[in-house]
């Protein structure tokens, strides 16, 4: 079982809509999670950290379930610019475990 | 944030070549450094950690001999792919993981990345 599973996508939203991403981590003792973006040939960069109580930068959403061991990413008012790979990160130990990441495109 | 540069940032090469690529973090040290491997399409497989004075752990299904780590001082890590084939044309990133001073729980477990090497192997 892989450590972090995420839906591959791809998801194909029009501009405005609201989408939301799902991941799931199989480490209970797992610490800390991440959302990362990673453009097209680019290296991924933060997003954001997820919070055990849940956090919002804008229009982006990060929530925490440990009991059922999974982390979601909400997107509102989704723009073109916010087309890319959403990758899950969660770190365990030293060790950080990626998702293979949600392909999402915002059509205008 | 941090910033972590990554040299050469593109290179093409016979198969049989070997080519070093440079890890840098730049405005901080990173005791840890990880490299990563990416295919088209694919997600970042973490390929080994490197450790600053110590050998790096590599992870199962990489081959150690082939691809050379050395992390001879905090702000810098290497990895060089020996008599690289076709087979081995792939984005790598490293990583550093920020240990510094600031104190903050955030900044301590997150990672920062360099812009990639893409190597493409003739």
């Known amino acids: 079982r892989k450590e972090v599973e995420q839906d591959p996508g791809p998801f194909n939203v029009p501009e405005g809509a609201t989408v939301a991403f799902n991941c799931t981590y199989s480490?209970?003792?797992?610490?800390?999670f991440f959302w990362y973006r990673q453009d097209c040939r680019k290296e991924p960069k933060l997003l954001m950290s997820?919070?055990?109580s849940g956090n919002e930068d804008g229009r982006f959403t990060a929530q925490l379930n440990r009991a059922s061991q999974y982390i979601s990413l909400l997107i509102r008012d989704s723009k073109l610019s916010d087309s890319a790979t959403y990758l899950c990160?969660?770190?365990?130990?030293?060790?950080?475990?990626f998702g293979t990441g949600t392909s999402l495109t915002v059509i205008p | 944030g941090a910033v972590v540069s990554q040299h050469p940032s593109w290179v093409i090469c016979k198969s049989g070549t070997s080519v070093k690529i440079e890890c840098r973090s730049l405005?901080?040290?990173?005791?840890?450094m990880f490299w990563y491997r990416q295919f088209p399409k694919q997600s970042l497989m973490l390929m080994a950690t490197?450790?600053?004075?110590?050998?790096?752990?590599?992870e199962q299904g990489v081959e150690k001999d082939k691809f050379l780590i050395n992390h001879a001082s905090l702000t810098l890590s290497t990895l060089t792919v020996t008599s690289a084939h076709p087979e081995d044309s792939s984005f790598y990133i490293c990583?550093?993981?920020?240990?510094?001073?600031?104190?903050?729980?955030?900044?301590?477990?997150?990672?920062?990345f360099g812009p990639g090497t893409r190597l493409t192997v003739l």
């Open positions: 405005d901080f040290q990173a005791t840890t």
């Open positions: 490197s450790n600053e004075g110590s050998k790096a752990t590599y």
């Open positions: 990160v969660v770190k365990a130990g030293n060790q950080f475990y």
């Open positions: 990583s550093a993981r920020d240990q510094g001073t600031s104190g903050t729980l955030f900044t301590y477990n997150e990672q920062f």
């Open positions: 997820v919070y055990s």
């Open positions: 480490n209970s003792a797992s610490q800390s």
